[in-house]
């Protein structure tokens, strides 16, 4: 670390940003002195948002947050974190079964990168169900997904969704 600040990593792909990914960033940058938010653009899957959209997204939705900078990033995760000079990776843990898929990337992230330790911050109760697959398929055949995303970024959905069926 070349400085005092404690820098964490929430890496994902935010396909959109749901309030669940928002509530794991609040209580992150209370944690942390930076939180910087970072949205994978190398999918295999075609997105529904392309990355500049997935951050203009996510920007919109953490404005109020000072500490919180959203970028994106290709490559290892463990070699990102180092140029970011982060000491943390930040993930959010559902159901158990979430658990071994988690444990196996930390490991592997450990190891590639040994400063590098993951901090998981188990979700809020009320959130335990949700991921952006969940609010696509919800949205994609007309249900409300008022509940499970942020106000600001709701149009941009229902909008999408319309356009592409
Ligand atoms: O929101 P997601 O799709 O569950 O996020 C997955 C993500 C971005 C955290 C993961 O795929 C990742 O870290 N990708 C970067 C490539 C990498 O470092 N792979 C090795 C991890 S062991």
Do not use: W
């Amino acid at each position: 670390m070349k400085h005092n600040m404690r820098i964490a990593i929430y890496p994902g792909s935010f396909d959109p940003v749901t309030l669940g990914h928002l509530d794991i960033i609040k209580r992150a940058s209370a944690v942390f002195d930076k939180l910087i938010v970072a949205v994978m653009h190398n999918q295999n899957k075609v997105p529904m948002f392309d990355t500049e959209e997935r951050m203009e997204l996510l920007r919109r939705t953490i404005n109020n947050l000072p500490n919180v900078e959203i970028t994106s990033f290709g490559g290892l995760l463990a070699d990102y974190a180092r140029q970011q000079d982060a000491c943390a990776i930040i993930k959010g843990l559902r159901a158990v079964s979430d658990f071994e898929y988690e444990f196996q990337m930390a490991l592997a992230n450990r190891k590639l990168n040994p400063e590098l330790d993951t901090v998981f911050l188990m979700t809020s109760a009320e959130y335990m169900y949700l991921s952006s697959s969940v609010v696509k398929d919800i949205a994609v055949h007309g249900g409300n997904i008022a509940g499970f995303v942020p106000a600001e970024i709701l149009d941009d959905i229902m909008l999408r969704t319309r356009k592409d069926g």
